[in-house]
């Protein structure tokens, strides 16, 4: 009897951490898209870029080009959004934007994927 009331207390356990778990890493996704969007400037060169994937449409712009976007996976462990990218009416390109937070976890940059590249993005009036 004694063991049998432990092991339940041992497999309760582990399915409420299991659940708590679950909750904690698909809210963690959600928010992703959301840190990310805002006004942004490349690290090297001129040019502002806006990320917007909050708000229906999804929108990336780059130097006042707008392309709409569409969320195809948050990929919360590596800290990433891959995005389905509308570039040419009828052609889209797979692009990737990457969080990189700093060494004390206060603030992050971007890299953004696409073509081939990679840009890196600073905090400019993110919001």
Excluded at 46 to 72: C, H
Excluded at 74 to 86: F, I, P, Q, R, Y
């Amino acid at each position: 009897m004694q063991r049998s009331l432990t092991v339940q207390c041992v497999t309760l356990t582990a399915a409420l951490f299991f659940t708590f778990s679950f909750f904690i890493g698909c809210s963690s996704g959600e928010k992703l898209p959301n840190q990310i969007s805002g006004k942004w400037q490349r690290a090297e060169g001129e040019g502002n870029v806006e990320i917007n994937l909050v708000a229906e449409p999804k929108i990336l712009k780059f130097d006042g080009q707008s392309y709409t976007a569409t969320i195809e996976k948050v990929d919360t462990g590596a800290n990433s959004v891959h995005l389905k990218v509308e570039t040419k009416p009828g052609q889209s390109e797979d692009w990737t934007i990457h969080q990189i937070w700093d060494d004390n976890g206060t603030s992050f940059s971007l890299v953004v994927y696409h073509n081939g590249t990679q840009e890196k993005l600073v905090n400019g009036k993110h919001s």
